[in-house]
C-alpha cells in the first residue's frame, strides 16, 4: 500500500511540473488531505529565463543610433539584478511599498536605511512578508510599485 501511495505522489508531482511548464508559471504549491493524518504539501518552482528580454533590448537602440550617441551606452542594458545591492524578491507575490493603504512609504528614494529595517512588503498567500535590507546604506532606486505582482529573484530595490 506504501509503494501505491507513493507512485500516486509522485504522479501528482509529475503533473504538477507539467502543468508549471505548460502554462508557463514560475511556482505552484498545493496541499492534499487524505485523512487525517495523512496530508501531502507540495511546492513545485522552476527560475524563468529572463536572458531573450534583455537580449531584445538593444535592438532597439541600434536602430536609432544617432540619438543613442547622445545617451550613456550602458543605460538600455543595463540590468537592474547585476547592480552592486539590488535586493531581489525571495518569493512570488505582490509587493507594497507601505504597511497599509495610504500610509506612508516604508523607504524614499535617498533614505538611508540599517541592516534588518523593512524595505517594502511581499504579499504571498494572504500573509504579509517583511523584506528586509540585506546590508546598512543608502536607497538609490525603488525598481517596483506598489502593489506589483513580482516574481522569484526579481530586482525591488538597491541599497548602496
Known amino acids: 500500500m506504501g509503494d501505491k501511495k507513493q507512485n500516486s505522489d509522485v504522479e501528482f508531482i509529475t503533473a504538477l511540473a507539467e502543468l508549471l511548464r505548460a502554462n508557463e508559471l514560475s511556482e505552484i504549491e498545493v496541499m492534499r488531505e487524505f485523512g487525517k493524518d495523512d496530508i501531502l504539501n507540495v511546492r513545485v518552482a522552476r527560475q524563468l529565463q529572463a536572458a531573450p528580454a534583455v537580449a531584445a533590448a538593444p535592438a532597439p537602440v541600434a536602430i536609432a ?10 543605460a538600455p542594458s543595463e ?20 504597511p497599509e493603504p495610504g500610509a506612508t512609504p516604508f523607504i524614499k528614494v535617498g533614505d538611508s536605511v540599517s541592516e534588518g529595517q ?10 504579509m512578508n517583511q523584506i528586509p535590507a540585506p546590508t546598512s546604506g543608502k536607497v538609490t532606486r525603488i525598481l517596483v510599485d506598489d502593489g506589483t505582482a513580482v516574481e522569484f529573484g526579481d530586482p525591488l ?4
Request: charged residues 10%; hydrophobic residues 55%; negative net charge.
Open 79 to 98: 540590468d537592474p539584478t547585476q547592480l552592486a545591492g539590488a535586493v531581489t524578491s525571495p518569493m512570488v507575490g505582490t509587493a507594497y511599498l507601505s
Open 157 to 160: 530595490v538597491v541599497v548602496e
Open 65 to 74: 543610433a544617432p540619438a543613442a550617441a547622445s545617451a550613456p551606452a550602458a
Open 118 to 127: 523593512t524595505l517594502l512588503i511581499i504579499e504571498a498567500m494572504k500573509t
